[in-house]
């Protein structure tokens, strides 16, 4: 006899098999020149793919692109595209067999339970998901390449939020996660075989909060990390922005802000991989996890003097394996907000203001081409201050625009709109990872919706030629 679960799960399957139909209209599979920006499922939920703590939600892996993202039930789903023929399959829902063992309610409530997808060096597929202070679920594919087949895979923290996966040196593979809550602190995970069993336990970078509480406002400082890995994969870079976990006065805006707007400040360091240690960007060893006295001393970037930034920055590495990063910072409202490339000069740190955005939340990626020409995707817009609400809740934007700098991001100029239709909502910019060795920079993922009730739909946008 079936449960209610697996009837609703049935049900939800039916659903994307029609919503199938109409997006394979949509995207005119037949037509010998496809559009760019393609839809592979409509039925998202809020975050339906990660903002730039959580990656990657595609990984690209002997010819197939595989994407996961979070379902308007919260459950999480997986289709693969043929890169040649540029078609989509048919999404499976990952969720098949462990119903008995889910929280339904907060799978559907809890958006940090999204997906990320990655590889190991046997070419199976791995996924991590339903992870919020909670050890997720490790699903590995029964055949390599092959994403329509799961079982399940080893644990290996009780506490996972945000996990972001890297390969990285001698072919191991890192996980960089945060434990506990808001005020938790972030560690890495190294596992020899891609993810199938892993070295011990996690290894602290970030504790803002730690003892002894020095720091201006440490005993309620959290942080929110994203990483890059150095082309030899000895090199972690970890830039972070400071939460402030307790109601604090916004002298800049005269009132006391809200869990999404109370971020600012942005930091950098690096992680030697091999021997562990933690170092600022002039090489200066800095003392791991590192606190908050420590972190304004030696690592602060940008004191942005209460202006938000509420997410981690793109990192990108340039042709130095030095970082440049990309992120929004509000401006006349804690909303109100304009990108920002920041990069080393000297002995300082230049930020150089690209486009206007409508919120502090909204998504970029930063990369850098082999003619060192910096590209920037983001999400940008003007317009009224956006209600936070529904799929609302985290930001949007009107349009999805590429910048390009060719004099080191001193000077930026509007480049390709990758916007499908004007008039719908846009968030959450994505890499696509191939086979973790490096990111696509001719593909992307990101999401859209009409109405802060509606369903998200995914877009793949392929410019390759």
């Not at 139909?21 to 005119?28: K, M, Q, V, Y």
């Not at 930091?267 to 791991?288: A, C, F, Q, R, W």
């Not at 409202?333 to 740190?349: I, K, L, M, N, Q």
């Not at 910048?403 to 709109?417: A, I, L, M, P, Q």
Request: glycine share 10%.
């Amino acid at each position: 006899m079936s449960t209610p679960l697996q009837k609703r799960a049935r049900a939800g399957r039916f659903w994307i098999s029609v919503a199938l139909i109409s997006l394979a209209a949509l995207r005119g599979l037949a037509s010998s020149s496809p559009p760019i920006a393609q839809p592979f499922a409509d039925n998202g939920g809020l975050k339906m793919l990660y903002d730039n703590r959580q990656y990657p939600n595609a990984v690209a892996l002997g010819g197939k692109t595989h994407i996961v993202w979070r379902g308007m039930d919260g459950f999480p789903y997986c289709a693969s595209y043929d890169m040649k023929a540029r078609t989509f399959s048919e999404p499976v829902s990952l969720i098949d067999g462990y119903e008995d063992e889910i929280d339904v309610e907060k799978y559907r409530t809890d958006h940090h339970f999204a997906p990320v997808i990655w590889t190991d060096a046997d070419g199976y597929l791995h996924t991590l998901f339903g992870c919020h202070r909670t050890t997720g679920i490790h699903l590995v594919s029964t055949r390599p390449g092959d994403s329509t087949q799961w079982r399940r895979g080893i644990d290996f923290s009780e506490s996972i939020s945000y996990p972001k996966i890297h390969r990285i040196y001698d072919g191991k593979t890192l996980v960089y996660t945060r434990y506990s809550g808001h005020l938790g602190f972030w560690q890495y995970h190294i596992s020899d075989d891609g993810g199938n069993r892993w070295q011990g336990g996690g290894r602290p970078v970030v504790n803002l909060g730690a003892e002894p509480q020095d720091g201006k406002h440490a005993a309620f400082a959290g942080s929110y990390n994203t990483t890059a890995v150095s082309a030899d994969g000895k090199r972690l870079h970890v830039a972070f922005i400071w939460k402030v976990e307790d109601p604090l006065f916004n002298t800049r805006y005269g009132k006391i802000l809200g869990d999404h707007t109370q971020r600012y400040n942005l930091y950098y360091l690096y992680i030697d991989l091999p021997t562990g240690k933690g170092y600022n960007y002039e090489g200066t060893e800095v003392e791991l996890p590192l606190r908050k006295r420590i972190a304004d001393e030696y690592c602060l970037v940008w004191d942005t003097d209460e202006r938000t930034a509420a997410v981690g920055p793109s990192i990108c590495l340039d042709e130095n394996g030095d970082p440049k990063f990309l992120l929004p910072v509000s401006e006349e409202t804690p909303h109100d907000s304009y990108f920002y490339f920041v990069a080393r000069d000297g002995d300082e740190w230049r930020k150089t203001r690209i486009v206007k955005t409508l919120h502090p939340f909204n998504a970029s990626v930063l990369q850098v081409d082999d003619q060192g020409v910096y590209r920037a995707f983001m999400i940008t817009g003007e317009g009224p201050e956006v209600v936070t609400e529904g799929m609302d809740e985290y930001g949007w934007g009107q349009r999805v625009e590429e910048w390009t700098s060719s004099d080191d991001g001193h000077s930026w100029k509007r480049g390709r709109n990758l916007t499908p239709r004007p008039g719908k909502r846009y968030q959450n910019i994505q890499i696509i990872s191939d086979n973790l060795e490096r990111d696509f920079q001719d593909m992307f993922l990101f999401y859209g919706w009409d109405e802060p009730a509606s369903p998200g739909v995914g877009y793949l946008w392929d410019g390759r030629d």
